[in-house]
């Protein structure tokens, strides 16, 4: 019966699932976000327009936080041609979903985009802090 209760204690006290993977990934979560797309899809046959309207191709991928002030990193191929972008904060980097200024940076050949968040009200994203310090 000692030994069991021993067991237990020590099985607690040393998660195997908690190796240092899972440790880096909690550090650097708060930095990921969620990037949303919208783009105009062009049609070429003009009466497919005129019954049926513009239509909208949505798309999502991912970016990382890299500064204080709202700049993110992500792939070009992800904002290319879009006519709306928006990102989500994780619940750790302030959460919400925020539109984006405009594409700062874009290198296609290198498939990165520099995007800028803009805030609701004025504060800093809490996720760029967080990236830099570990």
């Known amino acids: 019966m000692m030994s069991l209760a021993l067991l237990t204690t020590a099985t607690a006290e040393t998660d195997v699932r908690r190796d240092a993977i899972v440790q880096a990934v909690e550090k650097v ?5 969620n990037v ?21 191709h949505s798309a999502l991928g991912s970016g990382v936080i890299i500064s204080d002030d709202g700049y993110l990193l992500t792939n070009h191929h992800v904002v290319d041609r879009a006519t709306r ?18 594409v700062y940076v874009v290198t296609p ?5 520099l995007l800028k968040i803009v805030p609701k009200k004025k504060a800093k994203v809490q996720g760029g ?4 310090k570990r």
């Open 29 to 33: 979560m708060p930095c990921v976000v």
């Open 36 to 56: 949303a797309t919208e783009s105009l899809v062009e049609t070429r046959n003009p009466i497919e327009e005129l019954f049926y309207g513009s239509r909208t």
């Open 85 to 102: 972008i928006q990102v989500k904060l994780s619940d750790a980097a302030g959460g919400g979903v925020y539109d984006v200024q405009h």
């Open 109 to 113: 050949k290198r498939d990165v985009a």
């Open 129 to 132: 802090p967080i990236c830099q």
